[in-house]
DNA sequence: GACGGGATCGCCGGGATAATTA
DNA sequence: TCTAATTATCCCGGCGATCCCG
């Protein structure tokens, strides 16, 4: 479980919500904004401890990267640029600090990764950054869509993911 | 403010759908539920009970979207915004809350659906918002008629109807 | 902001392909 | 020089909003 804070008017709005009694905050909002129920089995994806430092070491697939293969909100994704965005979100999601080691890969002259855009513009002529969403990072997207697989392959490689893994989330962009 | 606990993949959700730099999870939240954002002159707003759910909740909605294409009603609209408008509102009331989730697409940089007047104004130049018959909703009128049917298939997707039918709808705009 | 509807045309984003560099 | 890797130009399709027409 994480927490989140709202302000009280969106407290309230979503307390009023309730549908029956007992309902949990999650519940409701996953009803409001269209998101499938809560099963069973994901309570027990809530058990990773949320410190667990890193899953590095080729290790954890991480239950949650492995169903966003399959998620319908992958699929949803029309373009490349779009299925690069989220996975670049959900590997941020998975580990910041993993993440944040990996986001020093970079090109020839072309940085990948930064804070800002204007560092990614620094480093070449046309990069087209874009903020990664739900992450302090900016990514450049001025690239076709096997430099976009290579690019979360590096960073995959470096956050110590299974080349196996790997390979199936990018086959996925 | 107040605190709420959120399962992980609803939290990692909540996150993803930042759309700028420093929005918090409370500004994410009232624009996905299509609440009122919050800020200064916002007296204003509470001054519609927050229990009014929508305007229109009560009404015996009888029309039935099929019965809806070879309608008389329909029929005798001269144009493609009459048309256009009179399908909103016909999708609303087949479907209160999928219509209201569905309300999110946009496009690149203009958003079609809002509470609001004024919120449509703030993305595009001249979006003339029009407000939706039954309906909280505005939705922009600035559109050739190739773009109503698009927004319509694109809401009418979102909410989940079949793509034969809904190509049967956009062909009577 | 006051005429409204919407076709037409200009602009932008995605990303394949051409150009460049090691 | 030839090849492989990387960059970024530039084409295409889609979106926005100007502006023409009833």
Redesign the pocket.
């Known amino acids: 479980m994480k927490t989140i804070e709202v302000d009280e008017e969106l407290y309230r709005y979503i307390a009023r919500q309730t549908q029956h009694i007992g309902e949990s905050a999650s519940e409701i909002l996953r009803r409001l904004l269209g998101m499938t129920p809560l099963n069973g089995e994901e309570t027990y994806l809530s058990a990773y401890p949320e410190t667990e430092e890193s899953p590095v070491a080729g290790f954890v697939q991480t239950v949650e990267l492995s169903e966003l293969l399959n998620s319908s909100e992958l699929a949803a994704k029309?373009?490349?640029?779009?299925r690069?965005m989220l996975i670049l979100s959900s590997l941020y999601q998975a580990n910041p600090d993993a993440f944040t080691n990996a986001t020093e890969i970079?090109?020839?002259?072309?940085i990948?990764f930064a804070r800002t855009e204007e560092e990614l513009r620094a480093?070449?002529?046309?990069?087209?950054p874009?903020p990664v969403p739900g992450t302090p990072y900016w990514v450049i997207?001025?690239?076709?869509?096997?430099?976009?697989r290579?690019i979360v392959g590096l960073l995959m490689t470096a956050m110590g993911y299974s080349a196996e893994f790997i390979e199936q989330v990018c086959e996925k962009i």
């Open positions: 029309e373009s490349a640029i779009d690069f970079k090109g020839r002259k072309r990948y480093t070449g002529n046309t990069t087209k874009k997207s001025n690239t076709n869509t096997g430099r976009k290579n």
